[in-house]
Every structure is written in C-alpha cells, then in structure tokens.
C-alpha cells in the first residue's frame, strides 16, 4: 500500500513540477553559472564510434583519462565505470537532473538506453561538485545534459569482422515556435571476437521539447534491448558461456531555467530492467533459484540549483528515490525489497577580491542522506580556491574536503550468503572522506589540470575470492585508504587536437576477520595509467583519430597473462566534399590485439575491425 502511495506521488510531482512556472529569485543579478571544472568543456577521446556495435554512453568513456571503463568483452555489451579508484557501484550516471540508477547492481549503471546524440559530453564530477551533483554515488558522478533538437536527421549502416552489421537511424523536426521533435532507432548484431561472445542489440528514443530564451523542457522515452553473450564475464571462468539478456525501459522529464539571478533544473524519471543472467546459456533453466531472473523498477525526481543572494552563491541539489525489487529468482535472502533514499546538499560559498584583481572563493556545506531501510548521515563538504586571471588565462588553485555516503544495491543484500554470488543482508551505508589539493590552467588553446587526492573508504562494498571457496565469491566490507594523482592536458592547434592523462593509485585495504585472498573489484585497479588521444585533419576531407591507453595493472592472483598492456584504438574518417552530408569511416578497436584481462579470468575482446557509411542532412 505505501509504495503505490509513493508511487503515485511521484507521477504527480512530475507532472506538477513540468506544468508550474518557476519566479525569478530576488537577489542581486549575477552571471549563469560555469562550473569551474574544466573537464566539462576539455575533449580527453579522439573516438566517439566503437567498432564492434553502435555507440552507447559508455563509448567515449574507453579512454577517458578521468574514468576507467572496465568491460567484459565488448564495451557497449557490459562495462564498468570506476573513478580514482573507486568500485563500479561508486559512479553515478546522471541525465538532466536526475542520476539514473539501478537498484539491482551497479554493473547495470551504465545501462543507459539513451541515444548518444540526444546529450552533451560528459562531464566528471568529483569532490564538492560530486556531492552536489550526484545521488548513491559516493566516489563521482558521470553527469549528461540535454542537447537541443536539431533539424535534420541520419543514417549509419555498418559491417565489420565476426559477422557484425547495424544501422542507426535519426530524425529531428524543429517548428518555428521552438517545439522539437526527435526520434532514433539502432540495432546491431555480431558473433564476437570469442566464441559465445555473441550480441543482438536494438535500441528506440523518442525526445520531445519546447525550447525559448533561458527555458528548456524535455520528455525522453527509451527502450533497450540487449542480448549479450561473454564467456566468464562475471565469474571469472573461461569455461563457462555466460549470457546477459536485459530490457530497459526509461521515461525521463527534465526542465532547465536560465536567468540573471543563475539557473535551477529538475525533473524525474521511471526505469524498468527485466534482467535474465545465465552463467552457463548451454544448460536448461527450472525458472527457480540459479535461473538468475530479476525485474526492478525505480521511480525518482531531483533538482539542481545556482542562486546569488548578495554576496553568497547558493548551489544546491537533491533526489528522492524509491526502488523495488520487483521479482527474483536468487535475491531472496535479504531484509528488505523496496526502499526510499534521498539526497540533499547545500553548499554555500563568497567569493573575495584581492588587491591585485585575483578572486578567493570560501566553499562551506553539508551533504543529507536518509533512508527509510538503513542508517542516515550528515556529511560535511569544505573547499578553498584561489582563481588568478592574466591575459593569457585563468589559473585556478583549490583545496578541499568532501564526505559522501551510499547504500548497497540488491545483489549484495539479497544474494543467498554462499554460492556463486554470496551476499550479505546486514551490508551497511558505505562512507567515504576524500582530500584533495589541485591546479588547473586553461587559455584559448589549451588546458590542463592536476590532482593530489587521499581517500579513506569505509565499509565499501566489495566482492572477494577465497580458496577455501573457488567457486564463489563473496560481497564483503573493506576499509580502504586510497592516495593518488590524477592529471591530464588537452591541446588545439589548426589541424591536430591532442589530449594525454596519467593516474596514479595506491591501496591500503583492511577486510577485518574475512578471508579473503583475491580481490574482483576494489583491489582490481591500475597503478599506473597513461592516455593518449589524438585527432588530426588532413588533406580537407579526412580525419584520422587515435585513442591509446598504458596500465600497468596491481598485481592479482586471479590474473592469467601479463598485468600491463598498451591499447589502441584508431578509425579513419572521409567526408566527401562533393556530397555534402556523405562520409566513410573505418573503425579498429584493440588495435595491438591485446589479451590483458581487465577482470581477473574474464577473457579479453579480441581486435575488431568495420567500416561504415552515414549520410546527414
């Protein structure tokens, strides 16, 4: 009976909060805000196409020097995102301004079936900003907005190695009014690099939006359906043929107001995944437990804001979810099957001009977490910045401290506590508290930034090997103290555009009284890893981009082969200039067909090779 009654109030908010105008907020006037961090406008990838399938969110991510994207095989199949070496629950994916979750696992987080075409670039928040920005996504946020509707449309056909072919297909209507239309269709299928490394993907949007001076508002409605095969994808065995069949359907509303007084955006969404996971496709399934059959649906709204009252800029945001666990074969063993979350932050800040036209920037506030299933926090959010302006640029030193928690999805807490999957019902709130001290640069051809940070995890949920156990693993908390440096530099010029990224990691872990021998996730990172990305114009009608990536992984005793690589991605692009519209592209992922295995047993996608030809208009 509550949750229809949370439920139905969350449609309602929805549909209020897309009907009712929104004032403008007294103050004195102020410019719109530009977030400070320059990963929002710095191109870190050459390619923006993979080889092996459509483009989903996860493709330009391969080989971002700020997220490292861990995939089973092919990335657009399954693929984890980590940040600063968190786990793959501690990235949040966020469109507009909600953070689109799944409460099932956060392997399903990147399960965004949102054509790539109807966002902006991402951007990484981290820190304060990821505080902000984010929601149970306690080490960053991967953070979307809303392109506008084009006129015009496209098509892409494409074949390449292992049988693969797709099409994509998009069309957008603009009325003089501002009312836009947009709709997309794509399907791919292939044999994969590997035997059982099968794919058949399809995927449909449809985007409405009206669109004046300072106000956009949007309805987006997905659905993806993916059939995806990869031997030892989750559990580590090469012998096993596992397959991943999943249906994700996403209605999402979202309106973004602009004005001198600074700008507010909120909105809501209902996600739906059927998920029917086998770990060996050649055996028969009884429809109980070891079928693996899941459903969840999650209802949501959320804000995000930027007001300045005087002399203090209020920057502001919060969600409220509910989720349910709405069937399962296997999740069967917890406390709970549906919860209510959210989120609120504050964090106020004065900015303070120095003699000599510098500005100092004081950033102070909280972080609210309340669950109705587990405990609450309050988590507070410091930071300092200095910002010198010359006529060059803008340099930018900051200082800051950021305390942010979330809970465990459903797989962790329901799974039976022994067997393939063991869980833990009494798993609780993970925590963690970062420092960090950086320098960014950015002038009118290139930018920079680099980050000393030191993090403390506690209670971080990770999923562990023992040998008493081999063919199990188990979810476990680990305390975990993290140091590193994160930098990267992008750089224009007429005809070439270059960007290269290093990390460095190092762990500390402590499991307490497990037995733990291996690590499948939070002590699965790399110490040392470097980009490179270069796009470069030649010739008028070419553009040949590189993408190239170097880690030298920590060593785990689960690893077959080397624990270093170097990945390369490259594609080749013709526009015809006697066609206006036309192009052909020639697309080669893991170009120096690297066997590195980026989960522990899971074996690597081989080299993939396609050519494709798309028209615009």
Same mark, same amino acid.
């Given at each position: 009976?509550?949750?229809?009654?949370?439920?139905?109030?969350?449609?309602?908010?929805?549909?209020?909060?897309?009907?009712?105008?929104?004032?403008?907020?007294?103050?004195?006037?102020?410019?719109?805000?530009?977030?400070?961090?320059?990963?929002?406008?710095?191109?870190?990838?050459?390619?923006?196409?993979?080889?092996?399938?459509?483009?989903?969110?996860?493709?330009?991510?391969?080989?971002?020097?700020?997220?490292?994207?861990?995939?089973?095989?092919?990335?657009?199949?399954?693929?984890?995102?980590?940040?600063?070496?968190?786990?793959?629950?501690?990235?949040?994916?966020?469109?507009?301004?909600?953070?689109?979750?799944?409460?099932?696992?956060?392997?399903?987080?990147?399960?965004?079936?949102?054509?790539?075409?109807?966002?902006? =670039?991402?951007?990484?928040?981290?820190?304060?900003?990821?505080?902000?920005?984010?929601?149970?996504?306690?080490?960053?946020?991967?953070?979307?907005?809303?392109?506008?509707?084009?006129?015009?449309?496209?098509?892409?056909?494409?074949?390449?190695?292992?049988?693969?072919?797709?099409?994509?297909?998009?069309?957008?209507?603009?009325?003089?009014?501002?009312?836009?239309?947009?709709?997309?269709?794509?399907?791919?299928?292939?044999?994969?690099?590997?035997?059982?490394?099968?794919?058949?993907?399809?995927?449909?949007?449809?985007?409405?939006?009206?669109?004046?001076?300072?106000?956009?508002?949007?309805?987006?409605?997905?659905?993806?359906?993916?059939?995806?095969?990869?031997?030892?994808?989750?559990?580590?065995?090469?012998?096993?043929?596992?397959?991943?069949?999943?249906q994700t359907t996403l209605v999402l509303i979202n309106q973004r107001r602009e004005s001198e007084y600074g700008w507010f955006?909120?909105?809501?969404?209902?996600?739906?995944?059927?998920?029917?996971?086998?770990?060996?496709?050649?055996?028969?399934?009884?429809?109980?437990?070891?079928?693996?059959?899941?459903?969840? =649906?999650?209802?949501?709204?959320?804000?995000?804001?930027?007001?300045?009252?005087?002399?203090?800029?209020?920057?502001?945001?919060?969600?409220?979810?509910?989720?349910?666990?709405?069937?399962?074969?296997?999740?069967?063993?917890?406390?709970?099957?549906?919860?209510?979350?959210?989120?609120?932050?504050?964090?106020?800040?004065?900015?303070?001009?120095?003699?000599?036209?510098?500005?100092?920037?004081?950033?102070?506030?909280?972080?609210?977490?309340?669950?109705?299933?587990?405990?609450?926090?309050?988590?507070?959010?410091?930071?300092?910045?200095?910002?010198?302006?010359?006529?060059?640029?803008?340099?930018?030193?900051?200082?800051?401290?950021?305390?942010?928690?979330?809970?465990?999805?459903?797989?962790?807490?329901?799974?039976?506590?022994?067997?393939?999957?063991?869980?833990?019902?009494?798993?609780?709130?993970? =925590?963690?508290?970062?420092?960090?001290?950086?320098?960014?640069r950015e002038t009118g051809e290139w930018q920079a930034r680099a980050t000393l940070f030191s993090r403390k995890d506690e209670?971080?949920?990770?999923?562990?090997?023992?040998?008493?156990?081999?063919?199990?693993?188990?979810?476990?908390?680990?305390?975990?103290?993290?140091?590193?440096?994160?930098?990267?530099?992008?750089?224009?010029?007429?005809?070439?555009?270059?960007?290269?990224?290093?990390?460095?990691?190092?762990?500390?872990?402590?499991?307490?009284?497990?037995?733990?021998?291996?690590?499948?996730?939070?002590?699965?990172?790399? =110490?040392?890893?470097?980009?490179?990305?270069?796009?470069?114009?030649?010739?008028?009608?070419?553009?040949?981009?590189?993408?190239?990536?170097?880690?030298?992984?920590?060593?785990?005793?689960?690893?077959?082969?080397?624990?270093?690589?170097?990945?390369?991605?490259?594609?080749?692009?013709?526009?015809?200039?006697?066609?206006?519209?036309?192009?052909?592209?020639?697309?080669?992922?893991?170009?120096?067909?690297?066997?590195?295995?980026?989960?522990?047993?899971?074996?690597?996608?081989?080299?993939?090779?396609?050519?494709?030809?798309?028209?615009?208009?």
């Amino acid at each position: 009976m509550l949750r229809n009654v949370f439920s139905a109030a969350l449609m309602l908010s929805l549909l209020a909060l897309s009907l009712i105008p929104l004032p403008a907020v007294a103050g004195e006037a102020a410019e719109i805000e530009e977030i400070t961090e320059i990963t929002v406008s710095a191109r870190r990838v050459a390619n923006s196409r993979p080889a092996g399938s459509y483009a989903s969110p996860a493709t330009t991510l391969r080989f971002d020097p700020l997220t490292e994207l861990q995939s089973r095989g092919l990335a657009e199949g399954q693929s984890d995102v980590t940040v600063r070496g968190g786990v793959f629950e501690n990235t949040g994916f966020k469109l507009g301004a909600t953070t689109i979750m799944d409460p099932q696992t956060g392997h399903y987080v990147a399960e965004m079936p949102v054509d790539p075409a109807l966002m902006s =670039k991402p951007a990484i928040y981290k820190g304060i900003d990821g505080a902000i920005e984010g929601f149970n996504s306690a080490i960053a946020t991967v953070a979307y907005g809303i392109g506008r509707v084009q006129r015009g449309g496209n098509v892409n056909i494409g074949f390449g190695s292992d049988s693969l072919g797709y099409q994509a297909l998009r069309i957008g209507h603009l009325s003089n009014d501002g009312i836009g239309v947009a709709m997309s269709a794509a399907r791919s299928e292939g044999d994969g690099s590997l035997p059982f490394g099968d794919h058949k993907f399809s995927r449909f949007n449809v985007q409405l939006q009206t669109a004046t001076d300072g106000v956009q508002s949007d309805i987006i409605v997905s659905y993806q359906d993916k059939f995806y095969g990869w031997p030892g994808a989750y559990t580590g065995f090469a012998s096993l043929p596992e397959v991943d069949d999943t249906q994700t359907t996403l209605v999402l509303i979202n309106q973004r107001r602009e004005s001198e007084y600074g700008w507010f955006e909120y909105g809501g969404f209902y996600r739906n995944l059927v998920d029917d996971y086998d770990f060996d496709r050649t055996t028969s399934e009884s429809g109980g437990p070891g079928s693996f059959e899941h459903e969840t =649906k999650v209802m949501a709204i959320g804000f995000q804001g930027y007001q300045r009252l005087r002399r203090i800029n209020w920057r502001y945001g919060g969600q409220v979810t509910g989720d349910e666990l709405v069937s399962s074969t296997d999740l069967t063993n917890g406390l709970f099957t549906d919860r209510t979350y959210a989120t609120f932050s504050v964090v106020p800040s004065v900015d303070m001009g120095l003699a000599n036209g510098n500005v100092i920037s004081w950033r102070a506030g909280v972080t609210a977490d309340y669950s109705n299933r587990d405990s609450n926090a309050i988590s507070p959010l410091l930071g300092v910045s200095l910002n010198q302006s010359d006529a060059a640029g803008v340099t930018i030193w900051s200082f800051e401290y950021a305390a942010t928690s979330q809970l465990p999805g459903y797989t962790a807490l329901n799974s039976a506590p022994n067997g393939l999957f063991g869980g833990n019902p009494f798993l609780g709130r993970e =925590k963690a508290k970062q420092l960090s001290a950086s320098v960014s640069r950015e002038t009118g051809e290139w930018q920079a930034r680099a980050t000393l940070f030191s993090r403390k995890d506690e209670g971080l949920v990770d999923w562990t090997y023992a040998t008493g156990a081999p063919f199990a693993r188990q979810a476990n908390p680990v305390d975990i103290d993290v140091i590193g440096f994160e930098g990267f530099i992008t750089r224009n010029w007429d005809r070439v555009d270059v960007a290269a990224g290093y990390t460095l990691l190092d762990k500390d872990s402590d499991y307490g009284d497990a037995q733990v021998d291996a690590s499948f996730y939070a002590l699965n990172f790399a =110490k040392h890893r470097a980009t490179l990305a270069i796009r470069y114009r030649f010739m008028n009608d070419f553009e040949l981009r590189l993408d190239n990536e170097y880690r030298s992984q920590e060593d785990n005793p689960l690893r077959t082969g080397d624990d270093t690589t170097f990945l390369a991605s490259v594609s080749l692009v013709w526009n015809d200039p006697a066609a206006q519209g036309f192009s052909v592209a020639l697309v080669a992922d893991n170009l120096t067909d690297s066997d590195f295995q980026t989960f522990p047993g899971t074996p690597a996608a081989g080299r993939q090779l396609s050519a494709s030809v798309a028209y615009n208009w």
